[in-house]
């Protein structure tokens, strides 16, 4: 198994312009999480999807993000209309447990840089 | 509210020093604490548990419930050692569902 797969790996934008992340989960696997990486804050739980279902997105900045999950194999991360400080590194991660005692396996990231 | 605290952003050892990486955490159930490492150009991955009670790579951790800690500590630092590591914690808040929160990471330094 390649593990968990992100794209776009890199990604510039500028301000106001819109941004999709996508990730597809190891297979068999019934939750997903997305967080965001930066120097100040660290590693943040932006959602997280259980059997595809939205089960937690309190920590979702503001409306201009939003997550869906269509199906298993496939997630994405949008922000509309994309700002500076919005520039940050993505994960998606994935695990087959409940994380009390599991373990998340992570993307390598998409690291967002918006001008 | 739940919360870990890693309060040092970066730790220099030279190869063959003890090292000890500071974890601290706020929450009034039962814990269970991991660490995450991250090597250059590597994903984020699993370094050890607490409910396993493992060394791994020369690492360990305890939790210490009356000082609410979980230090990771190797005797002996190698240069392969050097990476970013978090400390998470995971709990349950709400049912079945449970979350994982990081602390916001310390970077190791191992210089030969």
Same mark, same amino acid.
């Not at chain 1, 194999?73 to 700002?83: A, D, G, M």
């Not at chain 2, 979350?99 to 990081?102: D, I």
């Given at each position: 198994?390649?593990? /968990?797969?992100?794209?776009?790996?890199?990604? /510039?934008t500028e301000?106001? &312009?819109?941004?999709?992340l996508?990730?597809?989960?190891?297979s068999?696997?019934? #939750?997903?999480?997305?967080?965001? &990486?930066?120097?100040?804050?660290?590693l943040e739980?932006?959602i997280?999807f259980?059997?595809? /279902?939205?089960?937690d997105d309190?920590?979702?900045?503001?409306d201009?993000f #939003?997550a869906?999950?269509?199906?298993a194999?496939?997630?994405?991360?949008?922000?509309?209309?994309?700002?500076p400080?919005d520039?940050? /590194?993505?994960?998606?991660?994935?695990?087959?447990?409940?994380?009390?005692?599991?373990?998340?396996?992570?993307?390598?990231?998409?690291?967002?840089?918006?001008? | 509210?739940?919360?870990?605290t890693?309060?040092?952003?970066?730790?220099?050892?030279f190869? +063959?020093?003890?090292?000890?990486l500071?974890?601290n955490?706020s929450?009034?159930?039962s814990?269970?604490l991991f660490?995450?490492?991250?090597y250059?150009?590597?994903?984020l991955?699993?370094?050890?548990?607490?409910?396993?009670?493992?060394?791994?790579? +020369?690492?360990?951790a305890d939790l210490?419930?009356?000082?609410t800690?979980?230090? =990771?500590?190797?005797p002996?630092?190698?240069?392969?050692?050097?990476?970013?590591?978090?400390?998470? =914690?995971?709990?349950?808040?709400? +049912?079945?569902?449970s979350? =994982?929160?990081?602390g916001?990471?310390?970077? =190791?330094?191992?210089r030969?």
């Open positions: 198994d390649a593990g /968990v797969i992100q794209s776009p790996r890199h990604e /510039v301000m106001g &312009q819109e941004v999709t996508r990730c597809k989960p190891i068999g696997h019934n #939750s997903l999480f997305w967080y965001r &990486q930066t120097m100040m804050r660290g739980l932006l997280y259980n059997n595809n /279902v939205p089960i309190s920590g979702m900045p503001e201009r #939003s869906k999950m269509p199906n194999s496939f997630s994405t991360l949008k922000i509309q209309p994309s700002e400080r520039s940050a /590194v993505y994960f998606c991660a994935s695990s087959s447990d409940t994380v009390i005692t599991g373990e998340l396996f992570f993307g390598e990231g998409s690291r967002l840089t918006v001008l | 509210a739940q919360r870990v890693q309060p040092e952003k970066l730790l220099s050892v190869k +063959g020093a003890p090292v000890e500071k974890c955490y929450y009034s159930g814990p269970e660490w995450y490492v991250q250059s150009r590597q994903r991955q699993l370094l050890l548990r607490h409910i396993s009670r493992e060394s791994i790579k +020369g690492f360990t210490n419930k009356g000082e800690s979980f230090h =990771l500590k190797k002996f630092a190698q240069e392969e050692d050097s990476a970013m590591y978090y400390c998470a =914690l995971s709990f349950r808040y709400t +049912g079945a569902n979350k =994982l929160t990081f916001k990471g310390i970077t =190791l330094s191992v030969p």
